[in-house]
C-alpha cells in the first residue's frame, strides 16, 4: 500500500517552455503532497507543500510564479516548471502519506527535467 | 529548527559485512526518525523508521537504534549484499503534531554505501 506514482519519469525541454509533472496516489487519498527539488549527490531540498482545494505553501526561497502547484483533487497534484531555464534542470520528487503527521513518508520515482 | 548531520558521506564494504550509517539531530522535540534508501535514478523508499518511544528496531537484516539522550541514531545492515548498494538518508520529525510527519521531515545530506564483491 501507499504507493505514490510520478509521471513523467524524464522529460527534456527548450528553455523558454513549460514542463508539468504529475504525481499520484495510487492507493489512497492525500489532501496533502510535498514536491522536493535534488541536485546531483544532494540531499533532497523541500520546495513546497501542495494542499487539496487551496494554495500551496512555499518555502524559503521557492518561487511559487515559476513553480506553479495545483492540486485539485485528493490523488493528484501538479508542478509546473513554467519559463524553465537550464538552472532549472533538477530531480522533482514528489511525496505523500496516508495520514498526515501520523503516517510515514513515501515518494514517488521522481522526474529528471533537463532544459536545454 | 532541526538539523540532522549525517556520516559517513561515503562508506565501502566487502560483501557480506556490516555497514553503519550514523545520524545526529539537534532539536530534542524530534521523535520520528526513517532512513530511506535511494537507488540510481529513482526516489527514496522507505525501509525502516523508529519512533522516540523505542530504542532499537529491527526487519530481517536491518536495524535501527536511536539514543535520545545523545540524539543520535544509527542504521545496521547485516550480512551485506551488492543489492545493498544505493545512497541512504537519514530524516528527523515530530510525529503526531500538527506540522509533524512528513511536514518537519528534516534529511540528512546522504551516505553513498559501494558493496564491494
Known amino acids: 500500500g501507499a504507493v505514490v506514482s510520478q509521471h513523467p519519469s524524464w522529460v527534456i525541454c527548450k528553455s523558454g517552455t513549460s514542463v508539468k509533472i504529475e504525481c499520484r496516489s495510487l492507493d489512497f487519498q492525500a489532501t496533502t503532497m510535498f514536491w522536493y527539488r535534488q541536485f546531483p549527490k544532494q540531499s533532497l531540498m523541500l520546495m513546497a507543500t501542495s494542499n487539496e482545494g487551496s494554495k500551496a505553501t512555499y518555502e524559503q526561497g521557492v518561487e511559487k510564479d515559476k513553480f506553479l502547484i495545483n492540486h485539485a483533487s485528493l490523488t493528484l497534484s501538479t508542478l509546473t516548471v513554467t519559463s524553465a531555464h537550464p538552472e532549472d534542470s533538477s530531480f522533482y520528487i514528489c511525496?505523500?502519506?496516508?495520514?498526515?503527521?501520523?503516517?510515514?513518508?513515501?515518494f514517488g520515482n521522481g522526474t529528471r527535467l533537463t532544459v536545454t | 529548527g532541526e538539523n540532522v548531520e549525517q556520516h559517513p558521506s561515503t562508506l565501502s564494504v566487502q560483501e557480506g559485512d556490516s555497514a553503519v550509517i550514523k545520524c545526529t539531530y539537534s532539536?530534542?522535540?524530534?521523535?520520528?526518525f526513517p532512513w530511506y534508501k535511494q537507488e540510481l535514478g529513482k526516489g527514496p523508499q522507505l525501509i525502516i523508521d523508529?519512533?522516540?518511544?523505542?530504542g532499537e528496531k529491527k526487519d530481517q537484516r536491518i536495524a535501527v537504534t536511536l539514543n535520545k539522550t545523545a540524539k543520535h541514531f544509527s542504521l545496521h545492515i547485516t550480512e551485506t549484499q551488492p543489492e545493498d548498494s544505493a545512497v541512504y538518508f537519514c530524516?528527523?520529525?515530530?510525529?503526531?503534531?500538527?506540522?509533524?510527519?512528513?511536514?518537519?521531515?528534516?534529511f540528512g545530506k546522504g551516505t553513498h554505501l559501494i558493496i564491494q564483491p
Open positions: 532539536d530534542s522535540a524530534s521523535n520520528y
Open positions: 511525496s505523500a502519506s496516508v495520514d498526515r503527521g501520523n503516517s510515514p513518508l513515501h
Open positions: 523508529i519512533r522516540s518511544n523505542v
Open positions: 530524516a528527523a520529525s515530530l510525529f503526531g503534531a500538527s506540522g509533524g510527519g512528513a511536514d518537519g521531515l528534516t
